[in-house]
């Protein structure tokens, strides 16, 4: 065959290498190189391609071998030396690569990335002071912002805080406008309790970048250190409000701040803090959420629920929002065609979610629409989870106060039972439980082990003391269930009509005819609900 035939052959196979290489076919690539190489074995580029195939194959051993003779046969390429480069840091020999990425610099007129490339290997590769020298050539052409910052780690690592300190310098007069290089200054002397010098840094920054959020925070937690909690505040606060902040970082950082607060004053520095937020972003669902959840911190439920309201106008995705609103609407207890309203929302968005259902139940109850109210509350029951057993038996617990309510006794017995087999020191139901039974005239002593248990459980709850001592009257035990009844109001001084009444009843019992009526007008006041109260005063008798 003669040398122009052999030339075309081989070029052919060169080129149909690379192509199989493109299509990743790297199999049937090396094959056709090391036919190529049969042909031409001084050729160093099908080593640089063998080597490639080898090294994405894993195979270190042998990539190696192929790089070694194509650097061997043109040791001016730099291609080959960066995939040997390559090779050495797969085998992490850093300190091999980085020599060999300091040859290509030296070589190169454009070479300040492989001066920095072979610093960071020098740096892997614990070898520090070379990892300076590289950085030091890239400085001598030009102040290097990357080069600086790299250094001052070092140094920071090294633990020569003054080489890192004039490391800093140097970048915070290269980039006055940057807050980062100012903070890290100013953390570092706080971290070393040099506390006058990092305030000069901020001093300094302030100058120049005094509304930066970055800024600002880092003079928070100066503060916060140095014992300024007027100051640390101040700044925390403008941090939160600043127009630099997204809005999710503001929220979490104004969540955070709230959680740190005394009682007394998350309702007053949350407040003003959402307000500000709210003003710089008018159209943001979480921003009118957060709004709810501060003004439900404060227990202004009906201005949340209109926070949480505008909030699903803008985005009504979001089901915690939803749950909020009805959650709100359920504790109000006066607004039932509300919260019907709001869940049936819910519900065409959210069909699969029991909470829903089960706050729609809520409302049917309140509504007094029984059987409406029974079906919501067991289809919750039937999609919640039954390993949230809490959750569950909350459910099952306010099923046994509907059914009750319905005079279904033997449904509201079995459905509470079942509550407290899942949670039975769930002091609500023991009492409900309890009360129903003591209503009714039986199983007295049950009742009386089950508000005895709501008590050990809350002690001092006004209205446990009070079904404690309903339950004692029950039992004929007059004195004691006084004694119970008594505590049930010097613990409320809001104790509505049914206690006074309780009491009332109590003193008819123990004779005292003229307590009796007192209470009992004390318990018309109250707004009680017992159909007899009038004809119990006027009688001056004991209707039950």
Same mark, same amino acid.
């Given at each position: 065959?003669?040398?122009?035939?052999?030339?075309?052959?081989a070029?052919?196979?060169?080129?149909?290498?690379?192509?199989?290489?493109?299509?990743?076919?790297?199999?049937?690539?090396?094959?056709?190189?090391?036919?190529?190489l049969?042909?031409?074995?001084e050729?160093?580029?099908?080593?640089?391609?063998?080597?490639k195939?080898?090294?994405?194959?894993?195979?270190?051993?042998?990539?190696?071998?192929?790089?070694?003779?194509?650097?061997?046969?043109?040791?001016?390429?730099?291609?080959?030396?960066?995939?040997?480069?390559a090779?050495?840091?797969?085998?992490?020999?850093?300190?091999?690569?980085?020599?060999?990425?300091?040859?290509?610099?030296?070589?190169?007129?454009?070479?300040?990335?492989?001066?920095f490339?072979?610093?960071?290997?020098?740096?892997?590769?614990?070898?520090?002071?070379?990892?300076?020298?590289?950085?030091?050539?890239?400085?001598?052409?030009?102040?290097?912002?990357?080069?600086?910052v790299?250094?001052?780690?070092?140094?920071?690592?090294?633990?020569?805080?003054?080489?890192?300190?004039?490391?800093?310098?140097?970048?915070?007069?290269?980039?006055p406008?940057?807050?980062?290089?100012?903070?890290?200054?100013?953390?570092?002397?706080?971290?070393?309790?040099?506390?006058?010098?990092?305030?000069?840094?901020?001093?300094?920054?302030?100058?120049?970048?005094?509304?930066?959020?970055?800024?600002?925070?880092?003079?928070?937690?100066?503060?916060?250190k140095?014992?300024?909690?007027?100051?640390?505040?101040?700044?925390?606060?403008?941090?939160?409000t600043?127009r630099?902040?997204?809005?999710?970082?503001?929220?979490?950082?104004?969540?955070?701040?709230?959680?740190?607060?005394?009682?007394?004053e998350?309702?007053t520095?949350?407040?003003?803090?959402?307000?500000?937020?709210?003003?710089q972003?008018?159209?943001?669902?979480?921003?009118?959420?957060?709004?709810?959840?501060?003004l /439900?911190?404060?227990?202004?439920i009906?201005? @949340?629920?209109?926070?949480? +309201? #505008? $909030?699903?106008? *803008?985005? =009504?995705?979001?089901?915690?929002?939803?749950?909020?609103?009805?959650?709100?609407?359920?504790?109000?207890?006066?607004?039932?065609?509300?919260?019907?309203?709001?869940?049936?929302?819910?519900?065409?968005?959210?069909?699969?979610?029991?909470?829903?259902?089960?706050?729609?139940g809520?409302?049917?109850?309140?509504?007094?629409?029984?059987?409406?109210?029974?079906?919501?509350?067991n289809?919750?029951?039937d999609?919640?989870?039954?390993d949230?057993?809490?959750?569950?038996?909350?459910?099952?617990?306010i099923?046994?106060?509907?059914?009750?309510?319905?005079?279904?006794?033997?449904?509201?017995?079995?459905v509470?039972?079942?509550?407290?087999?899942?949670q039975?020191n769930?002091a609500?139901?023991?009492?409900?439980?309890?009360?129903?039974?003591? /209503?009714?005239?039986?199983?007295?002593?049950? @009742?009386e082990?089950?508000? +005895? #248990? $709501?008590?050990? *459980?809350? =002690?001092?709850?006004?209205?446990f003391?009070d079904?404690?001592?309903?339950?004692?009257?029950?039992?004929?035990?007059?004195?004691?269930?006084?004694?119970?009844?008594?505590k049930?109001?010097?613990?409320?001084a809001?104790?509505?009509?049914?206690?006074?009444?309780?009491?009332?009843?109590i003193w008819?019992?123990?004779?005292?005819?003229?307590?009796?009526?007192?209470?009992?007008?004390?318990?018309?006041?109250?707004?009680?609900d017992?159909?007899?109260?009038?004809?119990?005063?006027?009688?001056k008798?004991l209707?039950?």
């Open positions: 065959m003669s040398y122009h035939a052999d030339t075309h052959m070029d052919n196979l060169f080129y149909d290498g690379v192509r199989e290489m493109i299509q990743g076919k790297g199999s049937a690539a090396e094959d056709l190189f090391l036919q190529f049969k042909i031409k074995p050729e160093p580029a099908a080593y640089y391609e063998l080597s195939i080898n090294f994405d194959l894993n195979k270190s051993e042998k990539s190696e071998e192929y790089i070694k003779k194509a650097i061997e046969l043109d040791s001016n390429n730099k291609w080959y030396m960066e995939q040997y480069a090779i050495l840091v797969a085998k992490n020999n850093f300190s091999a690569a980085a020599a060999l990425l300091e040859l290509i610099a030296n070589k190169e007129t454009h070479n300040k990335d492989y001066f490339n072979a610093a960071l290997l020098y740096q892997r590769a614990g070898k520090n002071a070379e990892a300076l020298k590289d950085l030091n050539k890239i400085l001598a052409y030009s102040a290097d912002e990357d080069a600086l790299r250094k001052q780690q070092i140094f920071a690592k090294m633990n020569k805080s003054d080489s890192s300190a004039a490391m800093m310098e140097q970048l915070i007069k290269l980039e406008q940057d807050a980062r290089y100012y903070t890290l200054l100013a953390e570092m002397y706080d971290n070393n309790d040099q506390h006058a010098k990092a305030m000069q840094v901020y001093e300094k920054a302030l100058q120049h970048i005094p509304d930066d959020a970055g800024l600002q925070l880092s003079l928070a937690e100066h503060y916060r140095t014992g300024d909690s007027v100051q640390f505040i101040n700044y925390f606060k403008k941090t939160i600043n630099q902040m997204d809005v999710q970082t503001q929220l979490d950082m104004l969540y955070s701040y709230i959680r740190t607060l005394p009682a007394a998350k309702d520095q949350g407040m003003q803090m959402i307000l500000q937020i709210v003003e972003h008018p159209a943001d669902a979480k921003v009118y959420e957060a709004y709810g959840d501060i /439900v911190l404060n227990k202004q009906s201005k @949340a629920i209109e926070q949480y +309201k #505008r $909030s699903v106008t *803008i985005d =009504p995705s979001k089901l915690r929002v939803w749950v909020q609103i009805l959650r709100g609407y359920a504790e109000k207890r006066t607004d039932a065609d509300s919260l019907i309203i709001y869940a049936q929302k819910a519900l065409r968005l959210f069909p699969n979610q029991a909470e829903v259902h089960f706050l729609y809520i409302g049917l109850m309140n509504k007094k629409n029984y059987p409406d109210a029974i079906k919501a509350v289809r919750a029951i999609m919640q989870p039954e949230d057993t809490a959750i569950v038996a909350g459910m099952y617990s099923l046994g106060d509907i059914y009750n309510t319905t005079q279904q006794y033997d449904l509201s017995d079995s509470l039972d079942h509550a407290l087999r899942l039975p769930d609500g139901a023991l009492n409900n439980y309890a009360y129903y039974l003591s /209503v009714r005239g039986v199983r007295l002593n049950d @009742a082990a089950m508000s +005895k #248990r $709501s008590l050990q *459980i809350q =002690p001092g709850a006004a209205t003391l079904t404690y001592g309903w339950i004692l009257y029950k039992q004929k035990k007059y004195d004691k269930a006084r004694e119970f009844i008594e049930a109001i010097a613990s409320d809001n104790a509505d009509g049914a206690v006074w009444e309780h009491l009332g009843d008819y019992k123990l004779g005292d005819v003229n307590k009796a009526v007192e209470n009992w007008q004390k318990a018309k006041q109250k707004n009680t017992d159909p007899f109260i009038d004809k119990k005063i006027s009688d008798k209707y039950e």
